[in-house]
């Protein structure tokens, strides 16, 4: 890749602080710069090419040496924790260390040591510390290849685009050398990931590409030791390749693990089952297989009957039969689909289903990670740019024949912006690295080729005027493009420590650089990031690029998409993963309810992490988690959908509310309506006895449920089904609880900051709160959360635990102290628009964990119901990109 000065110097200073060891002092980074410094001020021009690979080189600006430094800090202040496990039943009586404190110990590590000093030129020595002691954990969860026959199923889940290929990579390397000889890995349905999977694996593992040292390979690759890689960047698993590549060796005495990076494909399964057979003559197969499956979630699943399942389930259950002693491991970031899977199917000649019932090991990710939590929760207003005219232009559903004739000022906003974002890059010295923008917003291919066409004519527009004007000291009287830019810049863009006019200036020399790449099965011109100079890309796609493939640079998305799916709508978020240098520069253009959505999804993600860890700590095993994502609130709709998907007409529902939160987040608008609730509020007051508080917050202990019930059912919720499946208050089951649990409740109201609010003897201020308008025209609260602090704490009398747990609301829950689930009610008014003087909503916080031994609440849900509010979430099945 082309280099500028800036990265050289940056390289060889971090080459010396590499070595320097961890943790790293701030002094230390100081004293490397300093250093370098000296050497450039004394040594003479000639002389200086042969300490430092730079060209025509005239000193670096003092804020370069700045940027220089703080870049440096960063990288080496990254922490990472190893991550979570949770073992079968028989998993936790066999021996879990032969890896660890046999094998590793005694083994010459080939493939790994070398693999570990690469990552240690691009990754911070925490993170390489911590993959090393995941992947220690997963190996010792597989099992000893030299032993007995053996059958390992295990999961691992990551985060999207958090580094799951590179752990992938370092199990790879640790299980070859222990001695698995056929490492399998399927790559995603699509051959641009296959293809990009396989070359990172050539870099990892292979340590070569055409002949040529690749990654971890250059200067360390010896042909004794070299995997056998049978199939190639190019070309997916065939047959005649394989005979080619595998040509005089005998696979019953072959000393080097062969490696095969295949699609996930019924015809590519057959083909290497069918080769497998043909290689053994039909016998069991005694080396060690590891299956490694990529996007495990993706196409793997059974979604018929055991006894008619899917052809690629099959055929990776056939394939894994073939082998006497093998372990198949999922690694994915969405694990719903694969919690789904019956733990107890079986098949008469594939035998098992995938359901990982040894282990699923859940990792954490880096502190530089930029991820979902940091980008919709802490961070929404700085990232997130909501699309508010696409329906004129792009409107969510529409056909494969939708006629696309001009695209909306957003999307010309984001192109703009994304030419200033590469600029930024250039100034701050990245001159070298990829650039890239993501256009999501339809499945259709031809709705790509539209999008392409009109992209392109903008784009040309912006380099035309740049090549005619930028240059010019009138430049802005000149041309109404680069006011368009100026505006932009000064909207997204005037906090950098760059001046508009630095940016003119940079704009000439790489604008005529910025392509336009479709990523679908008919593209023309295919999407390519070389190593030897740097891709500018507006990428348009769709199914091709929502997993795993990773878009190189991504600054600037735009998406307009709709699934009810967490997986999928988690799996199209290309833009999570790790921005050095440039992270303040990403935005993504979305509607609000699509933030809205993904702000849920990370909700109720990081409630199952919590859920795993206490699962953990308990010892339970994979099916109890598997069941109770089976049972959580936040699946109802998941499992709904994929009985609609299986053409199942009604089916029980176990919803466990136990340990859960659920709140009216969202309000009817009408005054009719407000008013309602307000009375209905007032008439449980009404029923209640005088609290034993007379001031702030009142509390009411051990309350009959008959009136709790009379609230529920009295109370108008905004909810566009009738079971509450689409918002965070599922009423329809909330209203089974009451009629199942024969227990008293507590009930709160809740006492703010706001104006004052009377009833009878009731004198409290109201709770102020913001309060937007969303696109299905309900009132939504700000962040989607009623309560706050200590609420769900506030029926805990015990002063010493009050204390403890604080604003600790799953503690609250969990305390032994609060056994009756809480009603929360509250009056909320708002200071900014719309101005609300009076509404109410309510929560209720159910007491338990997931460990309850309570029976979980069940309901009938009829799946042709809901056909009609899936049709209009656009989840379309006729996808043709």
């Known amino acids: 890749m082309q280099t500028n000065n800036y990265e050289v110097i940056k390289q060889y200073i971090f080459g010396k602080l590499n070595n320097a060891g961890s943790p790293l002092e701030r002094t230390k980074i100081v004293q490397e710069i300093q250093s370098i410094q000296t050497v450039i001020a004394t040594v003479n021009a000639e002389t200086l090419p042969l300490i430092l690979p730079v060209n025509d080189f005239t000193g670096l600006p003092d804020g370069d040496w700045e940027r220089m430094s703080i870049e440096f800090e960063k990288h080496f202040d990254v922490e990472m924790k190893h991550g979570i496990l949770i073992q079968g039943d028989e998993q936790q009586n066999r021996d879990n260390t032969w890896w660890t404190a046999i094998f590793k110990q005694k083994t010459v590590n080939f493939y790994w040591d070398r693999y570990r000093k690469y990552l240690g030129n691009a990754l911070p020595p925490d993170v390489v510390k911590t993959i090393d002691t995941d992947t220690d954990i997963v190996m010792n969860n597989l099992e000893n290849p030299i032993g007995e ?36 890995v399927i790559a995603g349905g699509i051959n641009n990931l296959r293809d990009q999977t396989q070359e990172r ?52 005495t072959i000393n080097v693990p062969v490696l095969l990076v295949i699609k996930k494909n019924t015809r590519t399964l057959e083909n290497v089952i069918d080769w497998l057979d043909q290689q053994y003559k039909g ?110 232009s792009i409107p969510y559903s529409h056909k494969k024949d939708f006629t696309l004739d001009e695209l909306p000022d957003s999307l010309l906003e984001a192109i703009r912006l994304f030419t200033l974002v590469i600029a930024v890059r250039h100034l701050r010295g990245q001159r070298g690295k990829h650039n890239s923008m993501l256009i999501h917003a339809t499945r259709f291919t031809d709705v790509h080729k539209l999008l392409a066409a009109l992209t392109e004519e903008y784009l040309s527009s912006i380099k035309k005027d740049v090549a005619a004007y930028a240059s010019l000291p009138d430049a802005l009287t000149q041309s109404a493009i680069l006011n368009t830019l100026k505006a932009t810049f000064e909207k997204h863009l005037s906090k950098t420590e760059f001046s508009w006019h630095d940016i003119m200036q940079e704009l000439p020399g790489f604008s005529e650089s910025i392509v336009v790449r479709e990523v679908h099965q008919k593209k023309s011109v295919p999407l390519e990031y070389r190593k030897d100079i740097a891709t500018n890309a507006i990428v348009i796609g769709g199914a091709s690029l929502a997993r795993g493939f990773t878009v190189e640079g ?58 795993f860890k206490l699962m953990a700590e308990q010892k339970k095993t994979p099916n109890d988690f598997g069941l109770a994502i089976q049972q959580s609130p936040d699946s109802a709709l998941q499992v709904t959908a994929r009985n609609k998907l299986k053409n199942v007409r009604e089916f029980f529902f176990n919803m466990r509310l136990d340990g859960t939160l659920k709140e009216t987040s969202y309000l009817l608008t009408s005054r009719e309506d407000i008013n309602h609730n307000l009375l209905v509020v007032k008439n449980l007051l009404d029923e209640l006895p005088a609290p034993p508080q007379t001031t702030g917050t009142r509390v009411w202990k051990n309350v009959s449920k008959s009136l709790v019930r009379k609230f529920i059912k009295d109370f108008k919720t905004f909810d566009k089904d009738k079971l509450g499946l689409t918002s965070r208050m599922p009423i329809g089951f909330i209203k089974q609880y009451l009629e199942e649990r024969a227990t008293d409740w507590d009930i709160a109201l809740y006492n703010g900051t706001g104006t004052v609010f009377e009833h009878g003897a009731i004198n409290i201020n109201k709770e102020r709160r913001q309060i937007s308008i969303n696109a299905s025209g309900a009132y939504e609260v700000l962040n989607r959360q009623v309560s706050s602090g200590n609420s769900e704490s506030v029926s805990i009398e015990d002063e010493d635990e009050f204390a403890e747990i604080g604003n600790n609301r799953r503690k609250a829950r969990a305390s032994v102290h609060r056994l009756n689930p809480l009603l929360m009610l509250h009056i909320l008014e708002t200071e900014t628009e719309p101005i609300i003087n009076e509404i109410a909503a309510f929560g209720i916080s159910f007491s338990g964990t997931v460990l309850s031994t309570q029976q979980p609440t069940k309901l009938l849900i009829n799946t042709v119901y809901y056909q009609n509010l899936f049709d209009s979430m656009n989840l379309g099945n006729d996808s043709d990109d």
């Open 201 to 252: 694996l050539n870099e990892s593992f292979i340590g070569q590409t055409k002949g040529v040292q690749v990654g971890a390979g250059i200067g360390n690759t010896q042909r004794e030791t070299m995997p056998l890689s049978l199939t190639t960047i190019e070309r997916d698993f065939n047959k005649q390749d394989a005979d080619r590549l595998a040509h005089g060796l005998n696979f019953e």
């Open 149 to 184: 026959p053996f059958s390992r199923y295990g999961m691992v889940v990551g985060h999207v685009q958090s580094g799951k290929t590179g752990n992938y990579s370092a199990l790879i390397c640790k299980a070859a050398d222990a001695g698995y000889k056929f490492i399998v």
């Open 283 to 392: 016998k069991g197969i005694n080396h060690a297989m590891l299956v490694i499956d990529d996007e495990s979630d993706y196409a793997s699943i059974n979604t018929k009957e055991e006894e008619d399942p899917t052809k690629i389930n099959l055929k990776l259950r056939i394939l894994l039969s073939l082998f006497k002693k093998y372990a198949y491991v999922a690694y994915t970031a969405t694990p719903y689909a694969n919690i789904f899977i019956d733990h107890e199917a079986s098949h008469d000649t594939a035998g098992q289903d995938l359901f990982p019932k040894d282990f699923i090991y859940a990792l954490d990710a880096p502190s530089n990670y930029f991820g979902a939590r940091k980008i919709f929760i802490e961070n929404a207003d700085k990232y997130l740019i909501p699309i508010t005219d696409n329906e004129e």
């Open 554 to 611: 991504l600054s600037v998305s735009y998406f307009l998409r709709n699934t009810v799916f967490y997986d999928t709508l988690m799996q199209m978020g290309r833009w999570f993963g790790y921005r050095p240098g440039y992270e303040d520069l990403c935005r993504i253009y979305m509607p609000a309810d699509r933030i809205t959505d993904f702000a849920n999804i990370i909700e109720a993600t990081e409630n199952l992490i919590l859920d």
